[in-house]
C-alpha cells in the first residue's frame, strides 16, 4: 500500500496524442496523478473536467496533472477531444502501476463482484515522495481539495 513519505513508485506510460511519460522526468516539480475507472462515464467526466478547469491554478503551484486509467491512448485522445480537457490522459492499458499505486480493486455493483480502478488521487512532492493520498473518491469538492494541498506542500 502506498503510504505517505514514501517515494513514489515509478513508470512510463504512453500519453494521448502520442509519446509517453515517465514520472521520474518531473521531479522537482510536484505532481498530481489521480486515478480513475473509465474514459467517457459521468463521474470521470466530470472530475477530468474539474481538473481542467483548475490547470492553471495547478501550475501556478507548480504541479504538474496527470490521469491515469485502463483505457487505451486512442479512448484518451477521443475523451479529450469530445470534452475540451486540458489535462494529460495516460494509458495504463495492462494495469501494472494501477496495481503498484494499490487503485485495482475488488468492486461490487448490484450484487457482483468485479475488478475495477478504484477512484483514487496521489499528490508527490518535488522529490518524488507521496505527500497526500486521497482513496474513495468522491468527485464534488475533490479538485478544490488537491489544489489546496498542492498550494499548501
Known amino acids: 500500500m ?7 513508485p515509478d513508470f512510463t506510460l504512453p500519453r494521448d496524442g502520442g509519446g509517453e511519460i515517465t514520472l521520474s522526468d ?3 516539480g510536484k505532481v498530481v496523478l489521480y486515478f480513475y475507472p473509465k474514459d467517457d462515464t459521468p463521474g470521470c467526466t466530470k472530475e477530468a ?3 481542467t478547469e483548475d490547470a492553471d491554478a495547478f501550475a501556478e503551484a507548480g504541479t504538474t496533472v496527470l490521469g491515469i486509467s ?4 486512442a ?9 475540451e480537457l486540458g489535462v494529460t490522459l495516460l494509458a495504463d492499458e495492462d494495469g501494472t502501476v494501477c496495481e503498484e499505486y494499490g ?6 455493483m ?15 512532492d518535488a522529490d518524488g515522495a507521496i505527500a497526500e ?21
Open 103 to 108: 487503485t485495482w480493486v475488488e468492486k461490487s
Open 110 to 124: 448490484y450484487g457482483k463482484t468485479y475488478m475495477g480502478v478504484d477512484r483514487a488521487t496521489f499528490l508527490i
Open 75 to 83: 479512448k484518451h485522445d477521443k475523451f479529450k477531444a469530445k470534452h
Open 26 to 28: 518531473l521531479r522537482g
Open 49 to 51: 473536467i474539474a481538473f
Open 70 to 73: 485502463r483505457d487505451s491512448v
Open 2 to 8: 502506498i503510504e505517505t513519505g514514501r517515494p513514489a
Open 133 to 153: 493520498v486521497w482513496r474513495k473518491v468522491k468527485v464534488p469538492g475533490h479538485v478544490e481539495a488537491v489544489l489546496k494541498a498542492a498550494r499548501d506542500l
